[in-house]
């Protein structure tokens, strides 16, 4: 698995075509919201600002509920699809403050990519 901007996986299998697909969003969405309400920087070093959230368990739901993500692999979607306005319908779909976004972002990704290798 690929962690870049949009997470990516290819499969080799012995005797079987190479299945490449994107999972969904990775680093581009927390980049993207860092950049935006924090101008000087491009990413959350450390993770200092996503530390300091309060995790909103309504709004990680409305994360996943998105219809992407019930497709079946092999499926592409880039920052074209993964982006701020993608944030900024969810956000207000769910009235969320800026502040607790950074930590659902995070928690969504881990959800979104352990939990699929791990179950």
Not at 32 to 55: E, I, P, R, T
Request: charged share 15%; with cysteine.
């Amino acid at each position: 698995m690929n962690l870049g901007g949009i997470a990516k996986s290819t499969i080799l299998s012995p005797n079987k075509q190479v299945i490449g697909f994107d999972h969904g969003p990775a680093n581009c969405l927390m980049d993207a919201w860092v950049k935006q309400h924090h101008l000087h920087q491009y990413f959350d070093d450390k993770g200092q600002w996503a530390s300091q959230d309060v995790l909103h368990t309504p709004l990680l739901n409305q994360f996943i509920k998105d219809p992407y993500f019930e497709r079946k692999p092999p499926k592409s979607a880039g920052k074209e699809y993964f982006n701020l306005n993608w944030l900024h319908q969810h956000l207000q779909a769910e009235t969320f403050a800026i502040i607790s976004s950074m930590n659902n972002i995070c928690v969504f990704l881990f959800k979104k990519y352990i939990y699929y290798f791990i179950f």
